[in-house]
């Protein structure tokens, strides 16, 4: 599905079902340098059980045009004009990782629209090390295979995510060349990952957000551990939290454990 969000054009991927804007929504936002296919179980399931779905891929990547968003704060804004554009008054909203910042960012925003907030391998602060940042900037493709191997803690994943013998690391590895090739104005990895590192307004976000909250996290995940949702749920007391045998990449590492863990949330 294309929207003209901001005076772009906005890819979201509607599970194979068409878009109603009467049915529940839920938008599926991704974290640095990915697309809306890191969501490909979870949306396609949440779309054949009476949901629209908005997996997005966010401006400047892969199939949507504009300026990648510099800030949390931008893509928040982004999010909200895609339910504009959209005609939804009101949707749930599911991020992983820099995902999970612009959520948050948009249900304190407006917090009205918000029903549900899912923040799947979250962190906050969500700091990236010097090296790492340094390396996203001058020597991308190095930085892709640190990332890589942070984020997983297995290397084939279980048949319910893209099938048996998957090579979860190579894949991922792919998926992220190809994302950082979309765009070749603006280096969409290093703009990412410095728009998580400044991000200065995630306890004051929370104070802010009137829906359930979900914290979705990986036992084994290297770059945003559990114990670093503590300042987030502090400011969240009635959240649930669920753990899941994965690394940073839960939805293809566990991925019937996150689907079930949304379902049970939204339902």
Not at 118 to 142: I, R, W
Not at 219 to 234: F, H, N
Request: hydrophobic fraction near 50%.
């Amino acid at each position: 599905m294309e929207l003209q969000v901001n005076g772009h054009r906005a890819y979201a991927y509607t599970g194979g079902k068409p878009f109603d804007a009467a049915k529940p929504t839920v938008v599926f936002i991704h974290g640095v340098l990915n697309d809306h296919s890191v969501w490909i179980l979870q949306s396609r399931w949440f779309a054949h059980h009476g949901w629209n779905v908005l997996a997005v891929d966010l401006p400047g990547h892969c199939r949507s045009e504009g300026a990648p968003p510099a800030s949390v704060e931008a893509a928040a804004d982004f999010v909200l004009a895609l339910l504009d554009a959209a005609g939804v008054a009101r949707a749930a909203l599911v991020g992983h990782s820099f995902g999970s910042l612009i959520a948050l960012e948009a249900a304190a925003r407006a917090p009205d629209r918000v029903t549900h907030l899912a923040l799947v391998g979250t962190a906050y602060p969500m700091a990236v090390s010097p090296a790492l940042l340094e390396s996203s900037l001058n020597a991308p493709q190095k930085a892709i295979d640190m990332v890589n191997v942070f984020s997983h803690s297995m290397l084939a994943p279980p048949p319910s995510s893209l099938g048996p013998g998957t090579w979860l690391m190579g894949g991922s590895r792919a998926l992220m060349r190809r994302v950082l090739a979309s765009n070749t104005a603006v280096n969409v990895f290093h703009t990412g990952f410095k728009a998580c590192n400044d991000y200065a307004g995630g306890e004051a976000a929370m104070e802010k957000v009137r829906c359930p909250v979900l914290f979705l996290l990986g036992g084994a995940d290297q770059m945003t551990p559990p114990r670093a949702t503590k300042a987030l749920r502090d400011k969240a007391p009635g959240a649930r939290m669920v753990t899941v045998k994965a690394g940073h990449a839960l939805m293809s590492e566990a991925p019937d454990a996150v689907l079930f863990a949304l379902r049970d949330f939204l339902s």
